[in-house]
Every structure is written in C-alpha cells, then in structure tokens.
C-alpha cells in the first residue's frame, strides 16, 4: 500500500521551532515534486513550499526566510523545518507527493496539528 506519514507536530511557543518529516512508502518506483501545505481553523488549504525531484524550491510569500524544505531522496523523505513560528502557523499540515507506481498520482499524508500558543 501507498502511502505517506507525516510526524513531527506538536505545541510550541511562539519565536519557535519545529521539525516536519513525511515518509512514502510502499511499491514506489521514484518520487516526482513534494511539497507541504497548511490548513488553519475556518480557511481554505495553502501552499507553504514544494520541491521537485532536483531541489528546487518554492515558497509561500507568508514563509519566506522562516520556513525551509528540503529532501531526502534515498529515504523518500520530505522535511519542513519551521523557525521564528507565530499564531498564524497554527495548522494541519498535510505533505503531498507525486508517486511514480506503475503509474503517477498525487498522494497526500493525514496531516499533522502544528499549534503556536503560549
């Protein structure tokens, strides 16, 4: 089975850090871009940053300077490291992937609760 597992949430103090990973597993042939998105209380789900299979990267204007992606290919890991976190990180954040099984398809984790509060 397919699948991707986020883990790394949890309650933090505002000026804060936090260190997201998330996993694919199973029967995959490569990975194409990964990327994070973030849903807070009441709004629709954002982009907080993608990154494809050779690094690029990009970034929402509101993370920019805070938050950084990165990859590990030979893990099939995704990481989001969150620095200088504010109310307005609080979150479900959901990793999202492009598999390549024996087709391609856009996979998405459960989400893990990123909350900011003192």
């Known amino acids: 089975q397919v699948q991707l597992v986020e883990s790394g949430g949890g309650l933090v103090q505002p000026g804060g850090s936090l260190r997201l990973s998330c996993t694919a597993s199973?029967?995959?042939?490569?990975?194409?871009?990964m990327g994070w998105y973030r849903q807070a209380p009441g709004k629709q789900r954002e982009l907080v940053a993608h990154?494809?299979?050779?690094?690029?990267?990009n970034y929402a204007d509101s993370v920019k300077g805070r938050f950084t992606i990165s990859r590990d290919n030979a893990k099939n890991t995704v990481y989001l490291q969150m620095n200088s976190l504010n109310a307005e990180d609080t979150a479900v954040y959901y990793c999202?992937?492009?598999?390549?099984?024996?087709?391609?398809?856009?996979?998405w984790g459960q989400g893990t609760l990123v909350t900011v509060s003192s």
């Open positions: 999202n992937a492009f598999l390549v099984t024996d087709t391609i398809r856009l996979y």
């Open positions: 199973g029967s995959i042939r490569s990975i194409n871009t």
């Open positions: 990154i494809t299979q050779g690094g690029a990267t």
